[in-house]
């Protein structure tokens, strides 16, 4: 494909989800009274949230990516990244923890453009045409327009 040599991953695969290696997360609730900060832990966001990590790593060892993924090693990178991903997409994120998920995402070649960057291409399904990889000829022409906002704007001559 283009020259590179790209790695075919298997729609279906035998790998099985290694055991979550990252502990629970402790949620904590935290309010004022008289003026001073509490925090309390809360044992049922805390399982809460394992539960919804556990049920993400499980989801993402389904993919086809989980083949390279056991191949080199990384279930702790995985497990990072849903533990990245639950606390970016929670209440008390902030742009740095979602910049971080995303980033992780295609490192692991979860995003499209992590595939390509890590030379993965799903294998296409018997009797599925091949789609061709090359742009057309002269490069992919884009069409831009200004929309009708020019229409409103008026020009008076001096």
Known sequence: MNGREFTILPLEHSVVAPEYPLP???????YF??????????????EAVREAELAMWERL????QAVMWARLGLADQVAAYVRAYMESTGQNSNSGLKTAAIRMEAELGISTSGMLQNGWVFE?????PVPDPKPPRGGVKKQTGT????????????
């Open 124 to 128: 296409t399904p018997a009797g599925e």
């Open 61 to 64: 060892w389904v993919k086809p």
């Open 147 to 158: 929309g009708s906002w020019l229409e409103a704007v008026k020009v008076e001559e001096a």
């Open 24 to 30: 629970k997360l402790s949620q904590y609730d935290e």
């Open 33 to 46: 009274s008289d003026g001073k900060k509490i925090r309390e832990f809360d044992a049922a966001e805390t």
